[in-house]
């Protein structure tokens, strides 16, 4: 089946550095990719909707500058927290949709920020 | 746009007991919905989709275009089934966004 590979599963980092957090569709070309973003005990809040080869789609309230999203390949994309501080701490999970019309989720990367 | 509204934020029951999800969707056409599930520290999951009529887990999923639901069913819990589930509609073009709603959390107890 459709698998997805996010790395890495956990990051702690200083607060003012940038962290890359990595989503790959493993055995399936995924044209379109999902950020989602996932609070304690919520429901996964979705960021942006990656594109391959353009620039990626972002949700209302969601900075741009702060998160950059790149979708260089079908198999790859990425996502940057940069200048990161601490209310950024949160759990980030990629999705990629599949040929199959449904979505395959990445492991999540919970990232803290100190 | 497709949506779907999950009204109960928390269900909890016993071990044993029937349980029933809800999932209600808004959007006319020939719907496809989905089912996901998160079990607690793990990654979300397809559950079962309307489409194949499967019974994943023993949970079942009608679709009821009069009511326009999709309630999610299983007629005895099991404690492993604690977890948070969503309810989603399907990617119908390459551009089309995945928008969860706010899940259901099911708890079931001893």
């Known amino acids: 089946g459709a698998v997805v590979s996010q790395h890495p599963s956990w990051v702690i980092c200083k607060s003012g550095t940038s962290v890359k957090i990595e989503c790959r569709s493993l055995d399936f070309q995924a044209t379109t990719m999902f950020w989602y973003r996932q609070f304690p005990k919520q429901s996964l809040m979705l960021m942006a909707t990656?594109?391959?080869?353009?620039?990626?789609?972002?949700e209302q309230g969601v900075e741009k500058d702060k998160f950059l999203i790149n979708h260089a390949s079908l198999t790859l994309s990425t996502l940057t927290v940069t200048s990161a501080h601490p209310e950024d701490s949160s759990f980030y999970i990629c999705?990629?949709?599949?040929?199959?019309?449904?979505?395959?989720f990445g492991s999540g990367t919970r990232l803290t920020v100190v | 746009a497709q949506r779907v509204t999950q009204p109960e934020k928390l269900l909890s029951v016993f071990k044993g007991a029937p349980v029933e999800l809800k999932c209600n969707y808004s959007?006319?056409?020939?719907?496809?919905l989905f089912w996901y599930v998160q079990y607690s520290r793990q990654r979300l999951q397809l559950l079962l989709r309307h489409i194949s009529r499967e019974s994943i887990k023993g949970f079942t999923a009608d679709l009821n275009k009069g009511e326009t639901s999709f309630h999610l069913k299983k007629p005895f819990a099991q404690e492993e089934d604690s977890a948070m589930y969503y309810c989603?509609?399907?990617?119908?073009?390459?551009?089309?966004?995945?928008?969860f709603g706010a899940g259901t959390r099911l708890a079931v107890h001893p």
């Open positions: 999705s990629a949709a599949g040929a199959d019309y449904g979505y395959t």
């Open positions: 990656s594109n391959e080869g353009s620039k990626a789609t972002y």
């Open positions: 989603a509609p399907p990617r119908t073009g390459g551009y089309n966004k995945l928008i």
């Open positions: 959007y006319s056409g020939s719907p496809e």
